[in-house]
């Protein structure tokens, strides 16, 4: 195919580097991968797959206190966090292994070392010079902990998926997804959890709706939510951390967890002496065929200044593969990326807005309910779920889909493709409903609340 050791080499094997690696050698490329740490990066080994399984595993207080309602008895529940810990970790390890023999069983050559780019066609890795017909950055993102005094005494979601011991009592900052998924998880193995936000409204990015119902149910659960809160420095204080507060308070913990966002991992990968252009924060720029200013070179996943999700990296990927090797029909349209947050309850959301929708179109009709789902009739537990639909007025297109409750992101993931179809309102209305589900709601909805 051509003059190069490889057609392709890969730097990081997470799930956007994995996906496009294969796509490619199934088009016939000769393809390398070059992965440092573990295989299938961040969501494998320090996201998505082990705080999952860890928000199931908070999840079962509630579980056995529910069950009380429906006539069970059992003993007193207790908690092993080094359990936790070893399963998820045999469970990682089988995922490393498939995620290598998907590689090596597509023909994929796999260097378990760091390369750097050395220009537009070379890599270096273990001392020796590969050159290649595309280069494609795939390494992720990396937590950031802003830059206060003891700082390095504070934790990230990677260290806490592998803590000793859990701690008693913990402060988690952040106001975004992996906050308050760990605050909801904590919370639920029976952690003393204080979320501190410097925000005055959660999950900031989303419908307003969802921050400010969720807040309201974390709390209920005993997460204890400080809002407009600034940490400004972290102290030891024999076995206890104090957080110093900017208004002069102080709270004392075991452990702080930051989860303030996470940057591009680009320090050190050669790509600025390549010529490539980066964001501020060190984003890979590219653009919508993810081809960076040097035409070699393509980025995908959470190093480039678009949406940090796993799906969206595989998605990437494939057009990556498909571009390069394949047809190079496949384009991304980012319009309707469905997400959740599995915080406790979760949250799921897709398409605009009410606040987006606003801006975007003349009128809109707004439609939500809030209610007690039927399971809590009998377990008593004061959990509500709040659905809402945001929808176009003129064309009666619905633009947005939301909801804080039990298995919302199951039930959002529905939703996305109705509204990647372009359904409308009336389509929804004459959906018959699944009774009795809470994702009924969504299709029994007819009196909107505001216009
Ligand atoms: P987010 O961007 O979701 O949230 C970051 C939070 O930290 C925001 O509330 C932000 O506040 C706050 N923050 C940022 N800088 C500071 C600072 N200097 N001091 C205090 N607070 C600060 O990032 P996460 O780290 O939670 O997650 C990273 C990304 O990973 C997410 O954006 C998401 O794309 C992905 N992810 C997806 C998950 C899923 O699909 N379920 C789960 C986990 C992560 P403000 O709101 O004021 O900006």
């Known amino acids: 195919m051509s003059d190069y050791d490889y057609d392709l080499f890969t730097i990081g094997a997470g799930s956007g580097g994995v996906r496009a690696s294969r796509m490619s050698a199934a088009h016939g490329a000769r393809v390398a991968v070059a992965e440092e740490r573990y295989m299938g990066g961040t969501c494998v080994n320090v996201g998505c797959i082990p705080k999952k399984l860890f928000a199931y595993a908070g999840h079962y207080a509630e579980d056995f206190e529910d069950a009380h309602g429906f006539g069970w008895t059992a003993g007193k529940p207790s908690f ?44 270096e890795i273990e001392g020796r010079r590969l050159s290649a017909r595309h280069i494609l950055v795939a390494t992720g993102g990396w937590p950031v902990v802003p830059n206060i005094p003891g700082k390095d005494l504070a934790i990230t979601s990677n260290e806490a998926f592998h803590l000793a011991r859990l701690p008693k009592r913990v402060v988690v900052v952040g106001g975004g997804y992996i906050a308050l998924e760990f605050a909801s998880i904590f919370r639920g193995l029976g952690v003393d959890t204080v979320l501190s936000y410097r925000g005055d409204c959660l999950l900031k990015v989303f419908d307003s709706d969802l921050g400010t119902f969720l807040g309201a149910e974390m709390a209920k659960k005993g997460v204890r939510i400080c809002l407009r809160s600034h940490i400004v420095s972290i102290e030891r204080r024999g076995d206890n951390l104090v957080c110093g507060l900017s ?77 390069l090797f394949g047809q190079g029909r496949r384009t991304l349209d980012y319009r309707h990326v469905a997400t959740a947050v599995f915080s406790q309850p979760n949250v799921g959301t897709v398409g605009l807005s009410e606040a987006q929708a606003r801006h975007e179109y003349a009128d809109i009709v707004i439609y939500k309910s809030t209610f007690t789902a ?16 945001v929808v176009d007025k003129a064309t009666d297109r619905v633009l947005g889909v939301h909801m804080v409750g039990a298995e919302a992101g199951e039930i959002i993931q529905g939703f996305a493709v109705a509204l990647t179809c372009g359904a409308t309102k009336a389509q929804l209305d004459a959906t018959i409903g699944i009774h009795p589900t809470a994702a009924e709601e969504l299709v029994t909805m007819r009196e909107p609340v505001a216009g």
């Open 80 to 123: 092993d966090w080094p359990t936790l810990v070893a399963n998820k970790d045999k469970e990682i390890a089988r995922l490393n292994g498939i995620y290598e023999r998907l590689l090596t069983g597509a023909g994929v050559t796999v260097f378990k070392s760091r390369a750097r780019v050395v220009d537009a066609h070379t890599v």
């Open 247 to 323: 208004d002069g308070a102080t709270i004392e913990t075991d452990a702080v967890m930051y989860a303030t966002g996470r940057n591009p991992n680009t320090t050190g990968l050669g790509l600025e002496r390549a010529g490539v252009d980066l964001a501020a924060n060190g984003a890979v720029i590219v653009d919508d065929r993810f081809q960076t200013n040097v035409a070699s070179v393509h980025a995908i996943g959470d190093v480039i200044h678009k949406v940090q999700l796993t799906p969206v990296a595989l998605a990437e990927g494939m057009v990556v593969a498909d571009r």
């Open 374 to 389: 039927l399971k809590h009739r009998l377990s008593g537990r004061n959990e509500l779920t709040l659905m809402k639909l």
